[in-house]
């Protein structure tokens, strides 16, 4: 049988032989590592990378730098802290309720905020991301105040369920998004961020397109929410803080801004380093920035960038693999 | 057949007129030269009818239809599509995904086979079928300048409105994208061509409007306005003026 060759070098068999030995490496990982820390930690960096994710759509690949993605994530948590503290509902139904509301807020958010452009546009999405924060503070009736949303039941109850179940998300936006930007309406998301004026001349109605795309990426980031709080059994006001947002961009930035498996990778490098140098006590928060200072000065398209350009030299001798470098 | 009627437009930026009560016709089957000297508002019109300004007043009639002030893409559904005086593209798309993009914002239901059988059709029209997976951004000025217009064309557009399609070429590459526009012409597109060499614009039009500080000055055949001695002062100068200079 013969295989299509792709862009970057490789071929559809060693793509489909590199997924399945994957999905067999997750399979196995907890009866090879029991330490249930250790599978927590890949816990967290399966949402932070969901989160991710959904900050790569909107900025990585349609150009519009959100600073308050983390109201999606937090509208996915609230919500379902709210619902299953006064209506008890089922988590499966919960976890997409979450996404939804997220939607649902991204429309009331998106529809002032994308007329704006550039520099306007993220800080108007900090200013939203900062007045659901301070919202999440003053109604302790719904949210809890600062105190959050407690005693919320377990969706799943061992830690290794809980490891399957985040990659089981992780998978499916991963695949949904790859499924996406490879069709012809995600090729509209990249063309505004290309070009936007241009994407108009193309007949593309770019407000619309930014509208789909920002629910798109809030419904990842409201279900990665919903799920966390799930997995927290609380809800407090950090899922709605910059810090969440920074953290995602951080992931998206270290591991390759507009790709697909660049924020996976950067989350998990981050979420790492960060459990694991806590013995750095606070020094650790200056490891944190050092090490995304050092990626954007040497490698601006990240780890995963970098990656890609080690396996084209390896199949090609020519890092981009560009014709015209070629030529040259 | 006249399928476009522009009557009166006008549109200022600050205190500058850049665009004063312009009128004038495009009928079916034209390539119309709207030629000028810098800053005589020629770009001005092409954005204006193509919904990327507004206008302060006057109308715009695309088949009975008054399209002043409507937004690009709905422009561009409607059948006119346009060209940039810089070339623009999509730099990090292929010049495939580049021409997609366009075909498919209008056609959303166009099946996979049939979109890449009519992007390959104007891949191989433009010239370019040998680069449909080159990037955009490798490509060669004159390559870009086709790459836009395969753009256009994506969006099947009667008519086209072409901004300086040959600025920055050199004789031979212009003479190809000449070629383009005179096969476009023939398979029936309408065309609104931009430009201030007028030795390209007497090659393919078939009128030629010309503007000189937001007005129009002249309308005619290239033979007509070749000789207009108002034509001539908006390009040279009066005659006191270059016995002044010298």
Known sequence: MRFKKDKIGGNMAFRLVGLLLLLGLIAVFPYLFADQYFLHVVIMANIIAMFALSWNLISGYMG???????????AGAYLIGFLTKAYN???????????????????????????????YYSIATLGFSQVLFTLSLALPKITGGEEGIHGIPKFIQ????????????????????????????????????EDERLSEAAGIDTSRCKINGTAI???????????????????????????????GMAAVVFGGLGTLFGPILGAYVLTFLDEYLYFLMDYRLIVYPLVIMLMLIFSPSGIFGLLRGWIKERAYGNPSGSESNKKL | MVILQVRNLTRSFSRLV??????????????????????????????????????????????????AGWKPFR????????????????????????IT???????????????????????????????????????????????EIARAI?????????????????????????????????????????????????????????????????????EEVSQNPQVIEAYFGKEEEKLAHT
């Open chain 1, 217 to 247: 990426s809030a419904f990842v980031a409201g279900v990665a929410g919903a799920y966390f709080c799930y997995y927290q059994t609380q809800v407090t006001p950090d899922v709605i803080s910059e810090g969440l947002t920074f953290s």
């Open chain 1, 89 to 119: 509902i089922s988590p499966p139904i919960g976890i997409l309720l979450g996404g939804l509301a997220a939607v649902l807020l991204s429309l009331i958010v998106g529809i002032p905020c994308l007329r704006l452009r550039g520099a």
């Open chain 2, 75 to 98: 422009i561009v559904h409607k059948g006119i599509a346009r060209t940039f005086q810089q070339a623009r593209v999509f730099p990090k798309m292929s010049v495939y995904d580049n």
């Open chain 2, 101 to 147: 993009v366009s075909l498919t914002a209008k056609r959303r239901f166009l099946s996979v086979a049939d979109s890449e059988s009519k992007v390959l059709d104007i891949l191989e029209f433009v010239g370019l079928d040998r680069r449909s997976s080159t990037l955009a951004r490798e490509l060669h000025q004159d390559e870009l300048r086709k790459l």
């Open chain 2, 18 to 67: 850049a665009v004063s009560d312009l009128c004038f016709d495009v009928s079916k089957g034209d390539i119309v030269g709207l030629m000028g000297p810098n800053g005589a508002g020629k770009t001005t019109v092409i954005n204006l009818i193509s919904g990327f300004l507004k206008p302060d007043s006057g109308t715009i009639q695309w088949q009975d239809e008054n399209i």
């Open chain 2, 154 to 222: 994506s969006s099947g557009p009667e008519l086209i409105l072409l901004d300086e399609p040959v600025s920055g070429l050199t004789p031979e590459e212009s003479d190809s994208v000449i070629n383009i526009i005179k096969k476009l012409n023939q398979s029936g597109i309408t065309l609104i061509i931009v430009e201030h060499v007028m030795r390209m614009l007497m090659k393919v039009s078939h009128r030629l409007i010309v503007m000189n500080s937001g007005m129009k000055l002249v309308e005619g055949s290239p």
């Open chain 1, 64 to 74: 519009l730098v959100n600073f308050g993605q983390c109201m999606f994530f937090g």
């Open chain 1, 158 to 193: 061992s830690v290794e369920g809980n490891y399957y179940f985040s990659f089981l998300l992780l998978l499916l936006s991963l695949g949904a998004l790859t499924l996406l930007l490879r069709s012809r309406f995600g090729k509209r998301f990249i063309s505004i961020r």
